[in-house]
């Protein structure tokens, strides 16, 4: 009895405990979770990183012995500083929460940072190794920087001391003409600014632009930390550097600051500074160099003069008297159109001689048109005489012809008895077959043709067997 009593009341401690739905439980948790975890940071490796069509991103946070599901709304993803990837140590910072639809707890992404120097390290070696397999770095690409460019493209912040470095070791090496395309050089927005001014840079210059094509760019930031030098890091920074059609020279941080882009740039400056030294030649040299020039040209210039001036005295030496040449050439001239004049006379007369005896051979046109009266006269006669022939023998084969066509006419043959049957068309009968009783014919004799109609086909008469013709032989009395 107690034993039951006992079983009674457990009974009734079950039933009195509140029932759930799946959902009301869903809701429990999540609020205890979200309630408990508001603000967390979680360290973990990505892994199963993936972005929906909608811009939301899903991940999981792994460590040695447990997974945590991991969501970053669209907004939230276009603000990250870093791109997430497979693999990497990160630190996110969100809530907790829990999704009903999968029984399973997430994280609510509000930020994502790389975990330690180390990690960012990686990523960044990682991003250069793949860069470099594709061919941004080949130094087959690089490009030879103008000696003396005439206008020079800075991209970097304008209100740091890096521009004024700039500016100020270009005004003392070589003057000319700058242009600054103001960019943010730390942020998130840094690395689409930087590459969106190198892009410009190369698209100006054309007829319709009213900003000049500069002859070299130069990219500078100061000195900072990995984190704020990598903006300098980011692919598309590094792709509009390796893509630029005007050479480029990097000059991002210190001497031991080392970025992607300096990899992909035509040449790598160890500070802005030494950029600015790359970019030009020193003018006080040049304008040294130009006057050395000058004088080595001039003497070489009055060098060449002189001795010229002793080659030609010399050659003027050897020359024959001008006077004397010239006398001698009036002489021969004098002597030479007398020549002419009395060749001149001989062979116009020679030639008047040969003309004279040329019309003298030539042949009488009267003789040479009678003797074409004669041979016409006679090829006349001849023509005549066998075009007749022509036509008799016409005439005798055109007359056997005729006879033989008499003789093969329909009309001989009806003279020999035999009549021709048309019918209503006009057309011969040829067969008995063709010949219905009752049509309309037409016999035609020799002289004229007779209308008939037809009664039918004729049948032959059957033969009289005569007498005592039975088959046997009969008597002879």
Known sequence: MENSSEYD???????????????????????????????VRVRGELSGFKRAASGHMYFKLKDDDAVLDGVCWKGIAGR??????????????????????????????????????????KLLEDRRRKLAEEGLFDAAAKQELPYMPEIIGVITSPTGAVIRDILHRLQDRFPLRVIVWPVVVQGKTAAAEIAAAIEGFNAVGGAQSAVPRPDVLIVARGGGSLED?????????????????????????????????????????????AAAEMAVPVRAELLALVIDSGSRLMRAVNRNLNEGRAHLQGLTRGLPNLRRMIEDATQRLDDWDERLKYSLRTGLQNRSARLDRAVAALPRPQARIENAHTRL?????????????????????LAQ??????????????????????????????????????????????????AVVAKGSAKPKPQQ????????????L
């Open 80 to 121: 990250l500083s870093i791109v997430p990837e497979d693999g990497m140590e990160v630190i996110v910072t969100g809530r907790v929460t829990a999704y009903g639809g999968r029984s399973s707890y997430q994280i609510i992404v509000e930020s994502l940072e790389l975990a330690g120097e180390g990690a960012l390290l």
């Open 401 to 450: 012809a005729s006879a033989l066509l008499e003789s093969y006419s329909y009309q001989r043959v009806l003279e020999r008895g035999f009549a021709l049957v048309t019918g209503p068309d006009g057309t011969p009968v040829l067969s008995s077959k063709k010949v219905k009783s009752g049509d309309d014919l037409t016999v035609r004799f020799q002289d004229g043709p007779v």
């Open 9 to 39: 009341a457990e009974n009734n401690s079950a039933h009195n405990l509140p029932e759930y739905s799946v959902s009301e439980i869903s809701h429990v948790l999540k609020r205890t979770l979200e309630e408990t975890f508001p603000h």
């Open 465 to 476: 067997r005569k007498k005592n013709d039975d088959g046997e032989q009969g008597s002879l």
């Open 229 to 273: 030098l990598m903006a300098f890091n980011e692919e598309e920074v590094v792709r509009a550097a390796a893509a630029s059609k005007i050479p480029l020279i990097s000059a991002v941080g210190h001497e031991t600051d080392t970025t992607l882009i300096d990899y992909a740039a035509d040449m790598r400056a160890p500070t802005p500074t």
């Open 377 to 397: 006269a006679g090829q006349s006669r001849a023509l005549t005489m066998a075009g007749k022939r022509q036509i008799e023998q016409r005439r005798q084969r």
